[in-house]
Each structure stands twice: as structure tokens, then as C-alpha cells.
């Protein structure tokens, strides 16, 4: 399974989705839900396809009070679950090319 790259930019895949129901968040997607709490919500709050995995990493890390490494660690593994079963996506944001002589 693929790693997140710490430029990669996690978001949900095509045709998933949180939602609250009675108080509790979950993700859906086209096979079935998965209920999210605590860290795992939070990560996936996160995963707006605009920030990048570092970013993300380095806002849990100052947000829980634990060491970046661990959070990588945990956060990597987490979301290569996810993107595995097609829930997150991961994207880059393309490296600007050298401007050209006029």
C-alpha cells in the first residue's frame, strides 16, 4: 500500500462523505460507514485536498502535544488503510515549472 508523500494532499475519494448521525460522525462511502472519534475524526477533518500530509502532521503534533514522528507513523498508516479500500485520494501540488526566457 502506498504511503502518503509528505506533499501529498489527502482528501476523500469521489463518492464519500462525513456526516453526523445522533451525535456521532461517520464516514461513508459506497461499500459501507465507518464510525470516527477522536484522532481518527480529526485526521480526516483535515484531509481537505488542500493541505498536505506534513502540514496535517505537524498540525496534530502541536494540536495533541506528542512527537511529529509518532503521529507520521500512526496518521501513514491510517490513511493507507483508507486510500487501500478507495476513501482517500492523494494528490500532490504540481512542482512550478522554471519560467521560460521571453
Not at 7 to 23: D, F, M, N, Y
Not at 71 to 95: G, M, N, T
Request: with cysteine; net charge neutral; hydrophobic share 35%.
Amino acid at each position: 500500500m502506498p504511503q502518503p508523500e509528505a506533499s501529498s494532499q489527502p482528501r476523500l475519494a469521489v463518492g464519500c462523505r462525513i456526516t453526523v448521525q445522533q451525535e456521532s460522525s461517520v464516514l461513508l462511502y459506497p461499500e459501507g460507514a465507518l464510525r470516527l472519534q477522536g484522532t481518527a475524526l480529526r485526521i480526516m477533518q483535515m484531509c481537505d485536498g488542500v493541505r498536505t500530509f506534513q502540514e496535517i502532521v505537524t498540525a496534530l503534533a502541536a494540536e495533541y502535544v506528542v512527537d511529529a514522528n509518532r503521529i507520521h507513523a500512526e496518521a501513514s498508516k491510517f490513511l493507507e488503510r483508507l486510500h487501500a479500500k478507495r476513501i482517500v485520494d492523494y494528490s500532490c501540488s504540481p512542482d512550478p515549472s522554471p519560467s521560460s526566457p521571453n
